[in-house]
């Protein structure tokens, strides 16, 4: 298997899960903007990735089997930091709708997958914008500290319920394009 950039910019991802946890819990005034700068890095890295794989042709199956799995444990991990820092109930229900979804959606691909049908259910436009506010959520709530008098983590929860809500309308959308599938199914092997 030859690695492609983007495959590394993945895996790097990946690695990136433990310093993130680390930092996390470093006791120093530069932790959390080193959290938050540690999660920047990541996602752009999951922007970049496809954007290089697109551009140069550089797919891989592996690439595409990682890259799904690295940006959702990255998300399950710093919205886990997060709660276990800020354990209220809004916070965990946020966490809770984003985290309950990726695992629905991905169970729900991998059935289509096995019908044939995984076209049916591809990354929609709503999909891309729920991404772009649930990682800027992540990073204002890592970060947590006021900027010029904003109040940066106010800003992260207000954000993270806008995610969870998108992550709902895009959770419903990957559900309605597979449901004509779903009813028509006859009950086959499981």
Request: glycine letters at 6%.
């Amino acid at each position: 298997m030859k690695l492609t950039i983007p495959t590394m910019l993945t895996l790097a991802r990946i690695v990136l899960i433990p310093v993130l946890v680390v930092v996390f819990f470093l006791d120093y005034p530069w932790t959390n903007l080193a959290a938050a700068f540690i999660f920047a890095f990541a996602s752009v890295t999951d922007w970049l990735d496809g954007w290089i794989a697109r551009r140069y042709n550089q797919y891989s199956a592996f690439g595409a089997f990682l890259d799904p799995v690295a940006d959702k444990l990255m998300v399950a991990v710093a919205l886990l930091l997060i709660v276990q820092k800020h354990p209220t109930v809004w916070m965990t229900l946020w966490a809770a709708v984003i985290v309950g979804r990726e695992i629905a959606v991905s169970a729900l691909r991998e059935w289509m997958a096995e019908l044939g049908q995984r076209a049916a259910v591809k990354v929609a436009a709503i999909g891309k914008i729920k991404t772009i506010v649930q990682m800027v959520a992540l990073v204002c709530l890592l970060y947590q500290e006021r900027i010029f008098g904003l109040p940066v983590f106010q800003i992260g929860e207000w954000l993270l319920a806008a995610a969870a809500l998108l992550t709902l309308w895009s959770g419903l959308s990957y559900l309605r394009a597979a449901w004509p599938i779903m009813r028509a199914d006859t009950g086959g092997p499981r």
